[in-house]
């Protein structure tokens, strides 16, 4: 596609529910971010991926956030037994490069935990 | 936490009129982005810099970064209805966590006619 796609757009989960979330980059880009973005906040960072690699988690929560990109192209973010603190906006965003180069962002996904 | 100091946090102009958004940073950075978001939506690029006292436009937006790089201001002028939004800006800190991004809080811009 043209663009960063993330799927669902709109996700409402219960307390205690797993969620997966998707990311489709722009093919052929080498990096992907994911970020975590709270109402009335800018984006935090959670990970990067350069291809299939996971160079920097440092930012995921806690051990119940896990994302991964297995074969360098799509990526998934999952988030077990969700909280009411995990409620947000998770941006997914893809760069042809790591270094001097724009970072394209999906439209996000807004996670709602009931 | 916020590594960036976006000011002001809102702004409200009449159409036409100019203004300006400031981001500022303690350390040194390598590079300032700035983004613009529609509510509910991701983020749209506006402008990279990375040389101390670079300046770019596009279209009737203009965004310089300081000689020491730790400060960059976005300028609007005559602001129309379109460029309202969020505005953040977004700061890349370099070395073991290149390509990372660590935004200010933003902006949000109203423009009315």
């Known amino acids: 596609g043209a663009g960063v796609s993330q799927s669902p757009r709109y996700k409402v989960a219960k307390r205690g529910q797993d969620v997966a979330l998707r990311c489709d980059p722009i093919?052929?880009?080498?990096?992907l971010f994911w970020y975590q973005q709270a109402l009335g906040q800018g984006p935090e960072f959670l990970t990067y991926f350069q291809n299939e690699a996971q160079l920097d988690k440092s930012g995921l929560p806690s051990d119940r956030f896990f994302a991964e990109r297995p074969e360098g192209s799509v990526s998934t973010l999952k988030i077990q037994r969700t909280q009411q603190e995990d409620s947000a906006v998770y941006l997914c965003a893809s760069s042809l490069r790591q270094r001097n180069t724009e970072a394209f962002f999906g439209q996000g996904t807004r996670l709602t935990v009931v | 936490s916020q590594e960036l100091e976006q000011s002001p946090q809102s702004l409200i102009v009449q159409e036409g009129k100019n203004l300006t958004i400031n981001c500022t940073s303690s350390?040194?950075?390598?590079?300032l982005y700035w983004y613009k978001q529609k509510y509910g939506e991701g983020l749209i690029f506006l402008m990279m810099l990375q040389k101390g006292g670079e300046e770019k436009s596009h279209e009737k937006i203009t965004a310089k970064l300081d000689e020491k790089k730790q400060q960059s201001s976005l300028h609007i002028t005559a602001s129309q209805p379109s460029h309202a939004g969020i505005y953040l800006c977004g700061a890349d800190k370099g070395g073991s966590t290149l390509g990372r991004l660590y935004f200010g809080r933003g902006t949000q811009l109203t423009v009315w006619p």
């Open positions: 350390k040194t950075l390598y590079g």
């Open positions: 093919s052929g880009h080498v990096s």
